[in-house]
């Protein structure tokens, strides 16, 4: 089980830092003309953010239930990415915040 957590931390650590670096560092590749630039960066930062959070704690030792805090706070946002899309109508891409909420699901279950 502990390495079936590890692996879907640093898959989702991974995703979660290359899409926050692509939304606050790449605006013009990755902006949504649905949020302000302000947002998009805060965004951006919250997913590198969080990203390090489900790998750095635990791998160091050092406040390790900091990860589960990271999953939790990734959570949400996955959540409203999900009813962000749905809002504009973009029906297909509502899978993919889920499928990654049902991941950090799994380890905010699995590293409580």
């Known amino acids: 089980m502990n390495i079936a957590l590890w692996i879907v931390q640093i898959i989702l650590g991974l995703f979660f830092v290359m899409l926050g670096s692509m939304k606050a560092f790449q605006l013009k590749k990755a902006h949504d003309s649905g949020t302000s630039k302000g947002l ?17 704690p635990l791998a160091t030792g050092i406040v390790p239930s900091l990860t589960s805090f990271a999953a939790i706070g990734l959570g949400v946002i996955m959540v409203l990415a999900a009813g962000h899309h749905a809002k504009k109508g973009e029906y297909k891409a509502i899978s993919m915040p889920l499928i990654f909420l049902a ?9 409580w």
């Open 40 to 56: 998009e960066i805060f965004i951006g930062i919250s997913e590198i953010l969080g990203g390090l959070g489900l790998i750095l």
């Open 103 to 111: 991941l950090l699901i799994f380890v905010i279950i699995g590293r």
